[in-house]
C-alpha cells in the first residue's frame, strides 16, 4: 500500500518568514495530493490539493510542488502570520472517488513567532 | 449550519466497556469515514462507507465497529477488544464525483481509565 513520509515534524519561523514542509510517496500510481491545517481541538481543513498532471499551484500565500519522478511533493507557505500556527498534514491517493482511500503523512507543527 | 458533527466532544471510559461516537453529516455527502489521530502517527484510517447498508475496513479496523443505517449517520462504536482505545477520533465526509476534499468533523476525544 501507500506510504507517505512527512518532514519536518516541527518547524518554527519568524512572522514573515517563509515555511516548507516536505513529503515523500511510495506509490508511482498515486495522483491526488492534498494538504490539511488542524488547528488545536479541531478537524483538518483542506487548504490546497495537486494533481499528477501539474507540477505548481498556487493560491495566495500557499504553494504545492509536485515532483512525479523523485515521488515529492512540498508546500510552501511565504510571509507566514500567527494564524498560519497549526499541523499540516500531506496526503496521498488514487484518484479522487469516494472508494478513494488518502493516505496521510505523520503531520508537521508548525509556529510562526512574532 | 451544514456539516459533520461528532459526538461527544470528550469522553471518559472505563476498561473493558464499549463506547459509541456519533457522527452525524447535513451535507448529502455520499461517502463517510472515521480516522484515529495519535501524537506522531498522522491519520489511520479505521472504517469507511461509500454507500448506505455497506462498508469497508480501513488500516486499523481491529476492535472497532460501524453501521450505516441512514445517509447522515456513521457511528462508530470501540469495542473492549481494542487493545489501546485511547485516542482522538475524526469522522470526515466526500462526495462522490466531487474534488475529492474531505470534510472532518470537530473530533471526539476518547480516554480509557
Known amino acids: 500500500g501507500e506510504n507517505v513520509e512527512q518532514h519536518p515534524s516541527t518547524l518554527s519561523v519568524q512572522e514573515g518568514d517563509s515555511a516548507v514542509i516536505k513529503c515523500t510517496y511510495s506509490d508511482s500510481a498515486s495522483n491526488y495530493f492534498p494538504w490539511y491545517k488542524q488547528e488545536l481541538g479541531k478537524g483538518p481543513q483542506l487548504i490546497i490539493d495537486?494533481?499528477?498532471?501539474?507540477g505548481e499551484k498556487k493560491d495566495q500565500r500557499i504553494a504545492v510542488t509536485l515532483n512525479k519522478t523523485a515521488k515529492h511533493f512540498s508546500l510552501h507557505i511565504t510571509e507566514t502570520q500567527p494564524e498560519d500556527s497549526a499541523v499540516y498534514f500531506c496526503?496521498?491517493?488514487?484518484?479522487?472517488?469516494?472508494?478513494?482511500?488518502?493516505?496521510f503523512g505523520t503531520g508537521t507543527r508548525l509556529q510562526v513567532t512574532l | 449550519d451544514g456539516g459533520i458533527t461528532q459526538s461527544p466532544k470528550y469522553l471518559f471510559r472505563k476498561e473493558g466497556q464499549n463506547v459509541t461516537l456519533s457522527c452525524e453529516q447535513n451535507l448529502n455527502h455520499d461517502a463517510m469515514y472515521w480516522y484515529r489521530q495519535d501524537p506522531g502517527q498522522g491519520l489511520r484510517l479505521i472504517y469507511y462507507s461509500q454507500i448506505v447498508n455497506d462498508f469497508q475496513k480501513g488500516d486499523i479496523a481491529e476492535g472497532y465497529s460501524v453501521s450505516r443505517e441512514k445517509k447522515e449517520s456513521f457511528p462508530l462504536t470501540v469495542t473492549s477488544a481494542q487493545k489501546n482505545p485511547t485516542a482522538f477520533y475524526l469522522c470526515?465526509?466526500?462526495?462522490?464525483?466531487?474534488?475529492?476534499?474531505?470534510?472532518f468533523g470537530e473530533g471526539s476525544r476518547l480516554t480509557v481509565l
Open positions: 470526515a465526509g466526500r462526495r462522490d464525483r466531487g474534488s475529492g476534499e474531505l470534510f
Open positions: 495537486i494533481r499528477s498532471n501539474v
Open positions: 496526503a496521498a491517493s488514487l484518484g479522487t472517488g469516494t472508494a478513494s482511500k488518502l493516505t
